[in-house]
Nanobody, 129 residues
Framework: QVHLVDSGGASVQAGGSLRLSCSAS????????MAWFRQVAGKEREGIVG????????FYADSVKGRFTISLDSANNMFYLQMNNLKPEDTAMYYC??????????????????????WGQGTQVTVSS
């Protein structure tokens, strides 16, 4: 019943910025875990940011810390990924994800794809040098 749609991907030059959006249907964020992942061909899906709505904690992979920020608009069932100072190595398909449970964030498993039940379809980000 729950459906996530992510959007906002584009082709940009290194150093530029983008904001990705994730819209949820049939579900309202509560004390749960949500995240953004990215994936390139031939590699596993990588968790890059997480957000625990129950306590407001945010989690960032080292590769994006200081450049990417996750935020939530729970009233409108939306969350976002603000990406600044983009680098060519950020090029990937980006996916939003969410879970009904809190364990992924509370127990430090927010970066693992198996922790999440709901997924967006993916939106492509391409960063050129």
């Amino acid at each position: 019943q729950v459906h996530l749609v992510d959007s906002g991907g584009a082709s940009v030059q290194a150093g530029g910025s983008l904001r990705l959006s994730c819209s949820a249907s049939g579900w309202t964020y509560g004390s749960n875990c949500m995240a953004w992942f990215r994936q390139v061909a031939g590699k596993e899906r990588e968790g890059i940011v997480g957000f625990y709505t129950g306590g407001g904690a945010r989690f960032y992979a080292d590769s994006v810390k200081g450049r990417f920020t996750i935020s939530l608009d729970s009233a409108n069932n939306m969350f976002y990924l603000q990406m600044n100072n983009l680098k060519p190595e950020d090029t990937a398909m980006y996916y939003c994800a969410a879970s009904d449970g809190h364990g992924a964030c509370v127990y430090g498993r927010w970066s693992e794809s198996r922790s999440f039940t709901y997924w967006g379809q993916g939106t492509q980000v391409t960063v050129s040098s």
